[in-house]
């Protein structure tokens, strides 16, 4: 496989649209690429996310299941948590916790990198990576 786009676009379901704006773009600082009807399916707003794309998608019928939250920690499988790399991890996870977002796994030095793990209002989780110098 070739790729033609050096990025991934995720998809993930929320029960709340603006309840997920409210993480992912007023708190993480994604930018809003487009916003749009499904039909049969639901309301998209795609999120710029560096060259990748998130796509947070609430269905116009609730899901019938939820999403095992906290992780890795969670001990399911599928898709355990989205990361991004941040330069002030401190900062970032203090703003999270300003806005009420939960926090899965608080600040920790783990070899040469400083992590946290979050979680959005549907227990998806979100870890912020920062590279130690």
Do not use: K
Not at 66 to 90: C, I
Not at 110 to 117: E, F, L, Q, W, Y
């Amino acid at each position: 496989m070739r790729l033609v786009r050096e990025a991934v676009d995720v998809g993930i379901v929320v029960t709340d649209l603006d309840a997920a704006l409210a993480v992912y773009r007023d708190v993480l600082g994604l930018t809003v690429a487009a916003r749009m009807e499904v039909p049969g399916v639901g309301e998209l707003v795609a999120l710029e996310a560096g060259r990748s794309r998130i796509r947070l998608i609430q269905l116009t019928d609730p899901p019938r299941h939820r999403a095992e939250p906290d992780g890795v920690r969670a001990g399911a499988t599928g898709l355990r948590y989205l990361g991004f790399e941040v330069g002030d991890l401190d900062a970032v996870h203090g703003a999270c916790v300003a806005a009420g977002i939960r926090t899965v796994m608080a600040p920790t030095t783990i070899g040469p990198t400083r992590v946290c793990s979050i979680a959005d209002g549907d227990g998806n989780c979100i870890e912020l990576l920062e590279r130690i110098p």
